[in-house]
């Protein structure tokens, strides 16, 4: 049985350069009070953050997400976080895990309203068991996001290529899909390309190449389509960005969702339309993303 609690990081020791951190975290139960009611993630979701899967103890691809953080922080206004000190929260969260598969959250707010420092804790829970639709894959329907394919450029204030954590958007657009009948959402520009998914990011399959949308502002660069791409390239595959017109959706031989804690899930339908799943991909690719990756 995996634990759930959270570690607690003091924003006034990320100011400072040390080797050791460890007395810079407060161990708090996840069923505790920890925040303040000013806080402004929950007020306003005003913050960014990341999800990392933990496999056996081992939490996947944790330079890629600390990376990301402090882009996301960067588009945000956020001051940059401390990467060695959230590097050693995590590790001391992960120290806790057993075996199984768990997810480690990294949360950095703009802090209290008025306050003089930001918030940031880390917390640590188990994970949704994922095995049936990491066998079975999801059906997914397109959704338009109402944006055209300029407008991270165009907005920058619309913050589209950072993590936050205002999700309710994202919400909405799985909650429309399952009205629609379907497992998940492809979002769409409002000039007809193919972006990603509320949670995850979209693989496709031609021949023996493998194209996702390029990762130009308007959506996050997935770590997981990363990680992906540097095994597929390993095994002599061609990999690439692009920009995907909608149409070409129908035309793949195969496409993927893929996110750090669910993992590799095959696409079996696209607006009601099956799909080919490539099963024996989709079996090598868990395998190899539950394998200890760094
Ligand atoms: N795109 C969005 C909008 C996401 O929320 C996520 C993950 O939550 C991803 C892509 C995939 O990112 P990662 O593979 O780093 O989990």
């Known amino acids: 049985m995996t634990g759930r609690f959270a570690l607690i990081i003091d924003p006034v020791a990320a100011e400072e350069q040390r080797s050791d951190y460890a007395d810079t975290f407060t161990q708090v139960d996840a069923a505790a009070p920890a925040l303040s009611v000013g806080e402004l993630s929950t007020q306003r979701g005003d913050g960014v953050f990341e999800s990392i899967g933990v496999v056996d103890g081992h939490a996947q691809e944790v330079v890629p997400h600390l990376e990301r953080l402090a882009h996301s922080a960067r588009l945000c206004d956020l001051p940059v976080p401390n990467l060695a000190q959230w590097r050693q929260a995590v590790d001391r969260a992960a120290a806790q895990l057993g075996a199984g598969e768990s997810v480690i959250k990294l949360i950095l707010s703009r802090g209290v309203e008025h306050g003089p420092t930001p918030t940031a804790w880390v917390t ?39 993590k936050t954590l205002s999700y309710a958007v994202n919400m909405a657009a799985l909650r429309e899909a ?68 909608a149409t070409d959706l129908a035309q793949a031989d195969a496409a993927w969702l893929v996110s750090s804690v669910r993992l590799a899930a095959a696409i079996t339908a696209v607006d009601g339309e099956s799909l080919p799943i490539d099963h024996a991909l989709t079996g090598e690719l868990n395998r190899y993303l539950l394998s200890p990756r760094d």
Do not use: C, K
């Open 124 to 162: 640590a829970a188990p994970a949704s068991d994922f095995s049936a639709v990491r066998e079975n894959g999801v059906s997914v329907v397109t959704l338009d996001r109402g944006y055209d394919l300029g407008a991270a450029e165009r907005a920058p204030w619309l913050l589209l290529g950072a």
């Open 178 to 245: 399952h009205r629609r009948g379907a497992d998940d959402a492809i979002f769409l520009s409002s000039d007809g390309f193919v972006l990603e998914a509320p949670t995850a990011s979209l693989i496709l399959r031609f021949g023996n190449g493998f194209m996702t949308p390029a990762p130009n502002g308007g959506i996050l660069h997935g770590t997981t389509q990363l990680s992906v791409y540097d095994y597929l390239a390993a095994q002599g595959f061609d990999v690439g960005y692009d920009r995907i017109p």
